[in-house]
């Protein structure tokens, strides 16, 4: 896969669908690799006229990897932010957000739809806020404001998310039993649990590239970036929030918030659908972000 520089660091990305067609910039979650976003999501993007780029977040996949700079305390940090103190963090959302501008500087894009999954979605949120001139719409999907006051994970998903898994080089096995575990907490309880792809989807992130610590400081990213809420009176593009009914890692309410602070938003809500996207709702998925794009033209 290629790879470019911008924004001081190394961004890895790819391509799908035709170089003429308008730029879609799938921005990936938490920890999560480029990969999770699936080549027949991408694909039905890409035949619907788009040119489907996807990449790397800084400290996830092939991306540059902060390895010089410590993990923070993530409960200490939490603490600190509740005090408003200043937080000392490696880099916020707003440092990712230029990442993807970097890129598309990088690329001669001027402008392009986004849609982001989950951390993501807000990184897609700043794009659109504090570049305005370079977003074309946006589509977060499973996401939120980031704001303190709405509903919490569900305790149990966020024992799981953050407890140590398996060293993959001593036990890959069990690395991956962690993965399929947490894959199940968070899935869509009204579709289908497909063991088998999962463990091809894990296997195969695993094997591409592996660096723990860079989920540690993307929390922490995501903490000392605090509240998007007053930026997103901002956005001015299309917008339109997708988000599962059992959700329990990031509950309904927060793209309900995202979609109540943004003019002319629209929000649709996938009943069965967790903190993933599974294969059932693919198509309703791509014929979303395909309607809000075009809601751009007119």
Do not use: K
Request: hydrophobic share 50%; with cysteine; aromatic share 4%.
């Amino acid at each position: 896969m290629p790879h470019v520089q911008a924004n001081g660091i190394t961004i890895e990305y790819d391509s799908i669908g035709p170089e003429s067609g308008e730029p879609l910039l799938l921005i990936a979650g938490l920890g999560v690799q480029m990969i999770r976003w699936a080549v027949p999501f991408c694909e039905a993007l890409a035949a619907r006229g788009y040119r489907v780029i996807r990449f790397d977040n800084r400290d996830a996949g092939l991306s540059t990897h902060l390895a010089a700079s410590p993990v923070p305390d993530i409960a200490a940090l939490s603490m600190a932010a509740a005090r408003g103190d200043r937080l000392a963090v490696p880099y916020t959302l707003l440092d990712m957000a230029a990442d993807a501008v970097g890129l598309l500087d990088t690329l001669a894009i001027d402008g392009a739809h986004l849609v982001g999954r989950s951390m993501g979605g807000m990184i897609a949120q700043l794009v659109a806020a504090v570049y305005p001139h370079r977003a074309r719409s946006l589509v977060p999907i499973m996401s939120s404001t980031n704001d303190p006051a709405l509903p919490p994970a569900d305790p149990a998903v966020m024992a799981l998310l953050t407890r140590r898994a398996p060293d993959p080089l001593v036990d890959e096995a069990g690395f991956i039993d962690h993965g399929l575990a947490l894959a199940r907490l968070l899935g869509s309880p009204g579709f289908p649990f497909d063991e088998a792809a999962w463990r091809r989807q894990l296997l195969a992130e695993r094997r591409r590239a592996h660096a723990p610590a860079g989920f540690g400081r993307q929390i922490a990213a995501i903490v000392a970036t605090g509240s998007l809420r007053a930026r997103l009176p901002w956005i001015t593009v299309p917008t339109a929030v997708i988000h599962g009914a059992d959700d329990r890692l990031i509950p309904v309410a927060g793209g309900r918030d995202i979609a109540a602070r943004i003019a002319g938003a629209e929000l649709l809500v996938i009943d069965g659908m967790g903190h993933d996207v599974p294969p059932a709702v693919h198509d309703t998925i791509v014929a979303m972000i395909d309607h809000t794009a075009r809601r751009h033209h007119r």
